[in-house]
């Protein structure tokens, strides 16, 4: 059974950071890409990026790139989302996904979605 679980959530000031992580079990995550998602309430699930099976490639939408850093490691089967001065409006439900391919996390049809994690930026 795949799971994907997402820590690292919480309540932060803005102007602040946060790291979360999202472990996986239950596949072989070096031969899956990965990205993470959030949904704010009352909006679309939204796309924060991806990185390839290998971690050694990385996209964000142009919305995403200055503030947000996407890694992982496969020894540990680990996704990282690190989020840097934070804004009231990041406010979401956090998400990491698994997809076959990178288009898969790009096109938001992946193969496995976590649970979520909450992030709430106060002002």
């Known amino acids: 059974q795949v799971q994907l679980v997402e820590s690292g959530g919480g309540l932060v000031q803005a102007g602040g950071s946060l790291r979360l992580s999202c472990a996986a079990s239950?596949?072989?995550?070096?031969?899956?890409?990965m990205g993470w998602f959030r949904q704010a309430p009352g909006k679309e699930r939204e796309l924060i990026g991806g990185?390839?099976?290998?971690?050694?490639?990385?996209y964000y939408p142009d919305s995403m790139k200055a503030r947000f850093t996407i890694s992982r490691d496969n020894a540990k089967s680990a996704l990282y989302l690190q989020m840097d001065s934070l804004k009231v409006e990041d406010t979401a439900v956090y998400y990491c996904?698994?997809?076959?391919?990178?288009?898969?996390?790009?096109?938001?049809?992946?193969?496995?979605w976590g649970q979520g994690t909450q992030v709430t930026v106060s002002s």
């Open positions: 996904a698994a997809g076959r391919k990178l288009h898969n996390i790009v096109s938001a049809t992946p193969d496995y």
């Open positions: 239950g596949l072989p995550f070096s031969n899956y890409a």
């Open positions: 990185t390839i099976s290998s971690g050694s490639s990385t």
